[in-house]
């Protein structure tokens, strides 16, 4: 036997990896049961929903009313977290534009996957975000925060026009945030730290920035739909394309899964501070039918073909796409945090 | 005084589809104004009881007699604290009793003049109506409701007269119109009554206008409260298109409506005592997408009281677009049932008229027609009138033959009766 994590041999009786420490049993605590979505048991139970900043009419928020419709045409404001149960498992829905699940996954204590959407202030799009902490850093889960919120907030201040350059500065602030969370007292391992993909859609076009191994996809009910459109800053990737190893021999390196840029203060080994990370961009038009995805290691690890998100999205709707989502990657052992937004614009 | 609302909501809208549809019902509930209830002193500010009688030389004989026994009687209902006067009109209008409490020395000075009037002359009716705002307007804060009797149609020189007549009086006082005999016309009388928030009625035989007008009387002093407006606020991008009372009768407001400001309308229901209406609204909206959810308006019923605007909500009417064709054709049974009962009056009035001009086949179609509805909605009393015109020979299938003979009164009595709706099932 091996442990799944560092792939050192294991005697059954252990719980706990010798060499590196990774739980073999899952224990009580690890596994937090997703809550059942929108079970309604009480009304007053129901937490107050938050609602998108603007109308899809353009109408902003003091157009809302007490009951989350606009004064304006009338429409029901959309609706944006729906249910969560803290960091272990949120959901976000907005309609039927965007959903974005984050789930703990089976084996980690904490989730240091983190997501978030921005509408833009004229109706006309959103801004997207999905970050994952580093395990190897400390205050993972603080450094994912802290990136979505700093992404969004700069990307709404600057979204037109929504090119290049406004996403390379919004990744820039995000970086700059990161390097504030101050180190925990005591802790152990790199300072925090967290990959990015951020995506600013205004109408049909899309602007992608991102930093690690989070990714970007286009995904739809058939095969044809689904591409990867980004590239990760990995190891794996940096051979592959040097032409120093395979693919399949690289992903059967035991680096297969280290990142070469992430954002957060990092340092050299002669600790000299690292150069800030360099954001890669891509720029498309999503093309009608179909949807942005933005996901996680926890998710796209399972995937060896892009063309297997095709059957998720044949789902009725984006709920319960994103959740079978969750759930194939729990199925398959759920081994990190796990994440999940889908975006259609049109 | 408290208001209940409720609504009832078409709340499933095909893609595109762009109309709501709904019912407003409200029960007025708590009202101390009941007649020989002491506290109805203290809790009301007062009413303005005027009886509008004709005069004119039709009126000879029985029907003379009999209406000057029913005002009579009609006096004698009124309590001390209610305020009342009397106009007499033929070719003109004569105000034999002005305003005045309704103290027993008032009452019998008023039945005294009552008693001496005699029958001759033409029929003018707008002077009678407004002689009568003028009184009413002597204390425009109390609550004004006249009874108005007559027996002709009205002058053919007074048409004008009668259009402006009402446009004076429309918000001053509520009126309820009763035409004794058949020598006159409903259509006039509907005219006047729905303009004036009232309802029009046949007595076909002089004795009945006693009971007529006790009932009308005491109904008028068990309102306590009045200027009763449906306020319907719309989101901006939204439009009223159509407002209704639909029951007890249907009484059309859809154009009667005051702005408020830019997305509020007031529609005038007069007068409340403790009483069920229902309301028929439908707007027009701006189109969503699948599963859009849409404010299309939030009622509400509001008076005044001391001054002050006092205004009861209803839920709100929200509506959610579909493609499931089993969500979307299905129509909310208030909705239905309030469709079917103004189908059911058309049907009557065209019926009626295409009898009048000879057309039997129509006749026979659309009073059939009439009567499916009315038997299908539980409507019992207009069932009632319509088997008096027609032979029903299958309600279920709307077969009927249309009798040989139909007493005038019998026909005018549906004529009126049609827009008298049965209530929606709870």
């Given at each position: 036997?091996?442990?799944?994590?560092?792939?050192?041999?294991?005697?059954?009786?252990?719980?706990?990896?010798?060499?590196?420490?990774?739980?073999?049993?899952?224990?009580?605590?690890?596994?937090?049961?997703?809550?059942?979505?929108?079970?309604?048991?009480?009304?007053?139970?129901?937490?107050?929903?938050?609602?998108?900043?603007?109308?899809?009419?353009?109408?902003?928020?003091?157009?809302?009313?007490?009951?989350?419709?606009?004064?304006?045409?009338?429409?029901?404001?959309?609706?944006?977290?729906?249910?969560?149960?803290?960091?272990?498992?949120?959901?976000?829905?907005?309609?039927?534009?965007?959903?974005?699940?984050?789930?703990?996954?089976?084996?980690?204590?904490?989730?240091?996957?983190?997501?978030?959407?921005?509408?833009?202030?004229?109706?006309?799009?959103?801004?997207?975000?999905?970050?994952?902490?580093?395990?190897?850093?400390?205050?993972?889960?603080?450094a994912s925060e802290v990136a979505v919120a700093a992404i969004l907030d700069a990307l709404i201040k600057h979204a037109a026009p929504s090119d290049a350059s406004v996403m390379r500065a919004a990744i820039s602030c995000a970086q700059a945030a990161v390097c504030t969370i101050p180190s925990p007292q005591g802790a152990i391992g790199e300072p925090p730290a967290t990959t990015v993909v951020a995506a600013l859609v205004n109408g049909n076009h899309a602007v992608l920035g991102w930093v690690g191994d989070s990714r970007a996809y286009l995904v739809g009910p058939s095969a044809d739909d689904c591409r990867l459109l980004t590239h990760d800053h990995s190891w794996v990737n940096t051979v592959v394309d040097s032409g120093e190893m395979t693919e399949a021999d690289a992903l059967a390196s035991p680096f297969a899964h280290a990142i070469t840029q992430c954002l957060g203060p990092l340092t050299e080994e002669d600790g000299s501070r690292s150069p800030d990370p360099v954001p890669s961009i891509l720029e498309l038009d999503i093309p009608a039918g179909t949807t942005l995805m933005l996901c996680s290691d926890g998710f796209w690890n399972f995937l060896s073909d892009p063309a297997q998100i095709a059957p998720f999205m044949q789902a009725p709707d984006f709920i319960t796409a994103a959740r079978q989502m969750i759930d194939y990657a729990n199925g398959k052992g759920g081994r990190d945090n796990i994440t999940v937004a889908l975006y259609c614009p049109n | 005084m408290q208001f209940r609302l409720e609504t009832f909501v078409n709340s499933y809208l095909p893609v595109g589809a762009t109309r709501v549809d709904a019912v407003v019902s409200v029960t007025a509930e708590g009202s101390a104004a009941t007649p020989g209830n002491p506290l109805a002193q203290a809790s009301t500010s007062g009413a303005i009881i005027g009886i509008i009688v004709d005069v004119s030389g039709s009126m000879q004989g029985d029907r003379m007699l009999s209406a000057k026994h029913a005002v009579r009687k009609a006096i004698e209902l009124l309590d001390e604290s209610t305020m009342f006067f009397i106009v007499a009109f033929s070719g003109r209008a004569t105000l034999i009793s002005p305003l005045h409490l309704a103290t027993s020395e008032n009452k019998y000075q008023a039945d005294a003049q009552v008693q001496r009037l005699e029958a001759g002359g033409g029929t003018c009716m707008s002077s009678a109506l407004l002689a009568s705002q003028q009184e009413f307007n002597k204390?425009?804060?109390?609550?004004?409701?006249?009874?108005?009797?007559?027996?002709?149609?009205?002058?053919?020189?007074?048409?004008?007269?009668?259009?402006?007549?009402?446009?004076?009086?429309?918000?001053?006082?509520?009126?309820?119109?009763?035409?004794?005999?058949?020598?006159?016309?409903?259509?006039?009388?509907?005219?006047?009554?729905?303009?004036?928030?009232?309802?029009?009625?046949?007595?076909?035989?002089?004795?009945?206008?006693?009971?007529?007008?006790?009932?009308?009387?005491?109904?008028?002093?068990?309102?306590?409260?009045?200027?009763?407006?449906?306020?319907?606020?719309?989101?901006?991008?939204?439009?009223?298109?159509?407002?209704?009372?639909?029951?007890?009768?249907?009484?059309?407001?859809?154009?009667?409506?005051?702005?408020?400001?830019?997305?509020?309308?007031?529609?005038?229901?007069g007068a409340w005592g403790n009483e069920s209406r229902d309301y028929y609204v439908a707007f027009e909206i701006a189109s969503g997408d699948i599963a859009d959810e849409v404010l299309a308006c939030r009622p509400s019923i509001v008076y005044?009281?001391?001054?002050?605007?006092?205004?009861?909500?209803?839920?709100p009417i929200v509506a959610t677009w579909t493609d499931d064709e089993a969500l979307s054709t299905r129509i909310n049974d208030h909705v239905a049932h309030y469709t079917g009962q103004e189908e059911l009056a058309q049907s009557i009035q065209q019926g009626l008229e295409a009898r009048d001009r000879g057309d039997i086949d129509a006749a026979t179609h659309m009073l059939g027609k009439a009567a499916k509805l009315a038997a299908e909605s539980g409507n019992e009393d207009t069932f009632r009138k319509l088997a008096k015109v027609v032979d029903v020979v299958d309600a279920a299938q709307g077969t009927v033959r249309l009798k040989a003979h139909v007493d005038k009164a019998d026909e005018m009595d549906l004529d009126l009766s049609s827009t008298r709706t049965s209530r929606a099932h709870r």
């Open positions: 036997m091996q442990c799944e994590s560092c792939g050192e041999a294991i005697e059954p009786e252990h719980r706990f990896c010798e060499s590196c420490g990774h739980p073999l049993i899952e224990s009580a605590v690890a596994v937090t049961p997703a809550p059942a979505p929108f079970a309604k048991t009480d009304k007053e139970k129901e937490p107050e929903p938050t609602y998108a900043s603007s109308c899809r009419c353009g109408a902003q928020s003091d157009a809302r009313d007490a009951d989350g419709y606009c004064s304006v045409c009338g429409l029901k404001f959309d609706i944006v977290t729906v249910a969560s149960a803290g960091r272990n498992h949120r959901e976000t829905i907005l309609n039927n534009t965007f959903v974005a699940i984050t789930d703990i996954g089976k084996r980690h204590h904490t989730n240091q996957d983190d997501t978030g959407i921005s509408l833009l202030p004229e109706g006309t799009g959103a801004t997207i975000a999905v970050c994952d902490g580093l395990s190897s850093s400390c205050a993972a889960e603080a | 204390r425009p804060e109390l609550l004004h409701y006249a009874l108005f009797l007559t027996d002709g149609k009205n002058s053919d020189d007074d048409r004008a007269g009668l259009e402006s007549a009402l446009a004076v009086c429309e918000g001053v006082f509520q009126c309820d119109c009763r035409g004794v005999g058949t020598d006159w016309q409903p259509r006039e009388l509907q005219k006047i009554s729905s303009k004036l928030l009232g309802s029009a009625m046949i007595i076909a035989q002089p004795a009945g206008i006693e009971a007529d007008f006790r009932a009308a009387i005491k109904a008028a002093m068990a309102r306590s409260i009045g200027g009763v407006r449906l306020r319907l606020w719309t989101p901006k991008t939204a439009k009223v298109i159509a407002c209704k009372q639909v029951s007890p009768e249907i009484v059309v407001l859809t154009d009667r409506s005051t702005q408020v400001d830019a997305q509020t309308l007031d529609f005038p229901t005044s009281e001391n001054g002050q605007d006092v205004k009861s909500p209803a839920p």
